[in-house]
């Protein structure tokens, strides 16, 4: 069984940045798509960013260019390099793996970690 655990997040002032890591358990990591999503208050669960098995990276218009997903497949972990935060990043963070790509997005797995808390004040 799949058990996600994220970290990382924290409160930080606007134009900072945080990196977010998240640590799975299970098998043939490698083989697995992963990504990001965040949920903030009264707003649905939104895909941020995703690295497919193959490496290759897709990003919400809001974040790209500021936003970096990464994988360490030795180490189980992906990452989540987050760089001149605005407040309206703020939300719960959650990582998500083992999700496939339907019309090239990703579509996440049901399993969930307790996601980590990112605030970012003007």
């Known amino acids: 069984q799949v058990q996600l655990v994220e970290s990382g997040g924290g409160l930080v002032q606007a134009g900072g940045s945080l990196r977010l890591s998240c640590a799975a358990s299970?098998?043939?990591?490698?083989?697995?798509?992963m990504a990001w999503f965040r949920q903030a208050p009264e707003k649905q669960r939104e895909l941020v960013a995703s690295?497919?098995?193959?490496?290759?990276?897709h990003y919400a218009d809001s974040v790209r260019g500021r936003f970096t997903i990464s994988r360490d497949n030795a180490k189980n972990t992906v990452h989540l390099q987050m760089n001149n935060l605005k407040p309206e990043d703020t939300a719960i963070y959650y990582c998500?793996?083992?999700?496939?790509?339907?019309?090239?997005?990703?579509?996440?797995?049901?399993?969930w970690g307790r996601g980590t808390q990112v605030t970012v004040s003007s």
């Open positions: 998500n793996v083992g999700g496939t790509y339907v019309a090239g997005r990703y579509v996440a797995d049901p399993r």
């Open positions: 299970g098998n043939a990591f490698s083989h697995k798509s």
């Open positions: 690295i497919h098995s193959g490496g290759s990276t």
